[in-house]
C-alpha cells in the first residue's frame, strides 16, 4: 500500500473492532464442504475404467461467517480460496458437504431456487475491465440486476436507485457517468461501478475476490476504505479472497489461511499476525516485503512449488516443504524422490551420474504403497549398496544444514528379497484444533499432542 493510507490503516482496524460483536447472528454455516473437479485421465484409464482422478480444490472446510464479518481467505494460488468463495454463491457446484444461509442448506438449490438468493448474495471479481461489458453503458451495466430481479416500477426508480448506487461508491456527480462505457473509465473506476451493480439490489453478503490486486497501489487502499464504509453504511458481511496478506491485515476480522484446498490456520486477524501458528502461516508472513533496502532480513522460506491437488500428499499437505515437519506428517516414497532430486541438483554431473546409477527406476519411487515402498539396485549394483548409501544419506546433517525431516518418517530400512524396502510411519490426516489461549484453530501436528508444542 503507498505511505500515504498508512494512517487510513490504523483507523480501519478501530472502526472494525467497534463494528463487529462476537455474539453476533450466524449468516452462513460452511460443512465438511468439497469441491472436487473429475480428470478425463488418458485413453488407458478409460478404457480399464479407472477414470482419471479428480483435482480437491476444496476439501473439507468448516467455518461460520458472522453478520457483520470480514472473512479474509488467504494463501498462493492453487490454495481453493476463490473456487471456495464461488462455491458460497452456487457459481461452483459442491460435491459434498453443507453451505447454510440462514439456516437453509443451499448446496443442492437448482438453478431456479438459487436465483431469488442472487439478489442477497453478490460477488466483485479480480478484473474490473472483464466484469464489465464493453458494449452497455454504465447506467445499463450498473442497473442490470434491478431488470433481472424485477425491482423496480418504472424507468424513473431505475434512474433513481442507479444514480444512488453510484453516488454510494464515489462516483459523483453521478450524471456524469451514466452515460459513459467502461473503455472511458480508468481502473478504480470501473471497480467502483462494479461494486455500484454488486450493492444496487441490497445484498447481504459479498465475496469479493482480490478485488485489489488488478488496481494502481495508488487507489487500492482507497477501494478497501469504499468497501468498508459499504459495510458500515448498508450491514454487508464479507468474504475477502486475497493473495496479499498486507490488505488481509488491515481489512479482515477474521482470517483463514488455506493450502491445497484445506483450511491450516482459522482464527482473529490479530491473533494470527501478531502469532502465527501453522508452518504455513509462518512462512507466508516471512514472504511480505521489507520497504526498507538497507535493511537485511533473513528468510526461511517454504522450498518447492505447491503441489499437484489431483495427487495430493499424503497427510499434511504441507510437509514436503515444511522445515518442523514430523514422523506422522505422511511421508512417502516421492518424498524420497524429491530428496534425492534437490540434492543431485547441486552436485557435479559425475557425481550425479554414479548417485543415479544405484537406482533402477526413479519413476517407481512415485507411485508407492501407502507405508511400504521397495527399491531395486540398478545394474551392476546390489541391494547393499543401495541400503549403505541411504544410511549415509540418512546421517547427513549439522548445525549449519539440519537433516532431512523426511527420515523421521522412515521406521524400518533394510535389504530384503534383492530390494531395499523403506516403512514409513503411518500417515495422520491433521485436522483444525482450538487453541483456547488465542482463539485460532491450527491443523498442525505441532499442536495435537503427537510432537512439538
Known amino acids: 500500500m503507498p505511505t500515504k493510507p498508512d494512517t487510513d490503516a490504523a483507523a480501519i482496524v478501530l472502526d472494525k473492532e467497534a463494528e463487529v460483536s462476537a455474539d453476533a447472528e450466524t449468516l452462513v454455516e460452511i460443512e465438511d464442504l468439497e469441491v472436487h473437479f473429475g480428470l478425463r485421465g488418458n485413453f488407458l484409464s478409460r478404457l480399464t475404467g479407472r477414470g482419471g482422478g479428480a483435482v480437491k480444490a476444496v476439501d473439507g472446510i468448516n467455518l461460520t ?8 481467505l488467504v494463501g498462493e494460488s492453487g490454495s481453493g480460496k476463490t473456487t471456495l468463495g464461488r462455491t458460497l454463491l452456487g457459481l461452483n457446484a459442491a460435491t459434498g458437504g453443507a453451505i447454510r444461509y440462514r439456516g437453509e442448506d443451499i448446496v443442492k438449490y437448482s438453478e431456479r431456487q438459487m436465483r431469488p438468493l442472487r439478489r442477497k448474495l453478490q460477488m466483485v471479481f479480480q478484473d474490473p475491465h472483464a466484469s464489465l461489458n464493453p458494449a452497455m453503458d454504465i447506467r445499463t451495466a450498473v442497473g442490470h440486476p434491478l431488470i433481472i430481479h424485477g425491482l423496480v416500477k418504472d424507468d424513473e ?3 433513481a436507485k442507479v444514480v444512488d448506487a453510484l453516488e454510494r461508491v ?20 470501473k471497480q467502483r461501478a462494479v461494486l455500484a451493480r454488486a450493492i444496487i439490489a441490497d445484498p447481504e ?4 475476490d482480490e478485488p485489489i490486486s488488478m488496481l494502481d497501489m495508488s487507489v487500492r487502499a482507497k477501494i478497501l476504505q469504499l468497501m468498508l464504509d459499504l459495510k458500515r453504511d448498508l450491514d454487508l458481511t464479507y468474504v475477502y479472497v486475497t493473495h496479499d496478506l498486507a490488505s488481509a491485515k488491515f481489512f479482515c476480522d477474521n482470517i483463514a ?31 511480505i516485503p521489507e520497504p526498507d533496502p538497507t535493511k537485511a532480513v533473513e528468510r526461511e522460506l517454504p522450498r518447492g512449488e505447491i503441489p499437484d491437488a489431483a495427487r495430493p500428499p499424503l497427510g499434511c499437505s504441507f510437509h514436503p516443504r515444511c522445515p518442523v515437519a514430523l514422523a506422522s506428517c505422511g511421508w512417502e516414497a516421492r518424498d524420497l ?9 547441486e552436485m557435479p554431473v559425475e557425481e550425479y551420474a554414479k548417485e543415479k546409477s544405484l537406482f533402477a527406476d526413479l519413476v517407481a519411487l512415485g507411485e508407492p504403497e501407502l507405508n511400504r515402498l521397495a527399491i531395486a539396485p540398478g545394474r551392476g549394483h546390489t541391494e547393499e549398496e543401495v541400503l549403505e548409501y541411504l544410511r549415509n544419506l540418512r546421517e547427513e546433517g549439522s548445525a549449519a544444514q539440519p537433516r532431512e525431516p523426511f527420515w523421521s518418517g522412515v521406521v524400518a530400512m533394510q535389504a530384503e528379497g534383492g530390494h531395499v524396502v523403506l516403512e514409513f510411519e503411518q500417515a495422520r490426516d491433521p485436522r483444525l484444533r482450538l487453541l483456547p489461549e488465542t482463539g485460532v484453530q491450527v491443523a498442525c501436528h505441532l499442536y495435537d499432542g503427537s510432537g512439538g508444542e
Not at 464515489?170 to 473506476?189: I, N
Not at 488455506?258 to 516471512?286: C, N, S
Open 170 to 189: 464515489g462516483l459523483a456527480p453521478a450524471e456524469r457517468y451514466l452515460t459513459k462505457f467502461p473503455s472511458d473509465l480508468s481502473g478504480g473506476q
Open 205 to 208: 453478503l459479498l465475496v469479493a
Open 65 to 72: 461467517l458472522r453478520k457483520g464479518e470480514v472473512l479474509g
Open 257 to 287: 489461511i488455506m493450502y491445497l484446498g484445506r483450511i491450516v490456520e482459522y482464527g482473529p486477524t490479530e491473533e494470527v499476525f501478531a502469532d502465527p501458528k501453522h508452518p504455513y502461516t509462518k512462512a507466508l508472513l516471512a514472504a
Open 337 to 345: 524422490r524429491a530428496l534425492l532430486e534437490r540434492r543431485w541438483l
Open 157 to 159: 426508480e431505475y434512474e
